[in-house]
Every structure is written in C-alpha cells, then in structure tokens.
C-alpha cells in the first residue's frame, strides 16, 4: 500500500505564494511520474503539472511560468511552488504518482488534496 500526504495549501492574496508538498510513503519500489492536479468548484479535475524521474516538467498553459514543479526523489517528495497567484487559481490541489510497488507491479496514487485558496 502506498500513502501520498500533501501538506502546504492554504489561503493567500492574489500575487501572493504558496508551497505544496507531497510526500509519498509505504511500499515503493520506485517511482515514475509524479505531479499535481487541481479541481475547482463545478470544474472537472485538471493537470497542474508533472515531473518524471528524470526531471522533465509540464505544465498546464495557465500556470506556465508562475508555478514551478521539482521532486525529491530520495524522499519520494514532489513540490508545486506557485507564484503570481490569481483568483482563478483557488481549488483544491491533489498529489498524483505514478509508482511501482514491485519491479514489474505499478499503480496510480492520489493524495488526499489540499485547499488553495486566493482571496483578498
């Protein structure tokens, strides 16, 4: 069984900052991609951003250059800094990772999801 504990949302002013966390744990043998999800009120779910175990990025167009998306890899971590935020960019934030269990085993993970919300 494998755990991904996001931590890090929050509520913060337009152009103002934040930092997600995701920490992955329990049986990992490795893991591929991992990356961030966002879903807002009355919206479907939608890709933020991902990395994969060799540090390639991609990003959504409405987040390119205001969010920043690393990992950890000896800590199974994966990172969302985001900078310039808007209005629209308010919605709960969930955690993906793309991780083998054993060497031939691999499954989908998602975090429990953490509120992001900008507001003045």
């Known amino acids: 069984q494998v755990q991904l504990v996001e931590s890090g949302g929050g509520l913060v002013q337009p152009g103002g900052a934040l930092r997600l966390s995701c920490a992955a744990s329990?049986?990992?043998?490795?893991?591929?991609?991992m990356g961030w999800y966002r879903q807002a009120p009355g919206k479907q779910r939608e890709l933020v951003a991902f990395?994969?175990?060799?540090?390639?990025?991609n990003y959504a167009d409405s987040v390119r250059g205001r969010f920043t998306v690393s990992r950890d890899s000896a800590r199974n971590t994966v990172y969302l800094q985001m900078n310039s935020l808007k209005f629209e960019d308010t919605a709960v934030y969930y955690c993906?990772?793309?991780?083998?269990?054993?060497?031939?085993?691999?499954?989908?993970?998602w975090g429990q999801g953490t509120q992001v919300t900008v507001s003045s």
């Open positions: 993906n990772a793309d991780v083998f269990t054993t060497r031939h085993d691999r499954d989908d993970y």
């Open positions: 329990g049986s990992i043998f490795s893991i591929n991609i």
């Open positions: 990395i994969t175990r060799r540090g390639n990025t």
